[in-house]
């Protein structure tokens, strides 16, 4: 997946916003929580980090290119290496469900303050 279809994808969930943090990551937040790290090499991308659960973590790290994103909570997070390991269908469904966790541990006033 090429890094404009992966922006647009993550920028068209409710609420996205985009910043660039740490030298030249792109970091995805809504609500000014993270649910997506796309860090870059100039324009290419070198990984994806998005949020698990402990069960999801385990099978993911299984997957060859997949690993524990560092500096991240043990367990929630992964970093995939390389995008060849997961399809590109499953890829945007894991960034849904990433951008899902994050909103499930909003508050619910602003969860419904956003429509969420």
Do not use: N
């Amino acid at each position: 997946m090429r890094l404009p279809a992966l922006r647009q994808f993550a920028l068209s969930l409710p609420h996205t916003t985009v910043v660039k943090q740490w030298g030249e990551c792109l970091v995805f937040k809504v609500a000014g929580k993270m649910f997506l790290i796309i860090a870059l090499d100039a324009e290419v991308i070198d990984g994806v980090v998005f949020k698990c659960t402990p069960e999801e973590f385990d099978d993911l790290v299984d997957i060859d290119g997949i690993a524990q994103a560092p500096y991240c909570a043990k367990r929630h997070w992964v970093r995939v290496g390389d995008l060849a390991a997961l399809p590109a269908a499953e890829l945007e469904r894991r960034i849904r469900r990433s951008y899902d966790l994050v909103v499930a541990k909003l508050t619910k006033k602003l969860r419904v303050e956003l429509g969420l």
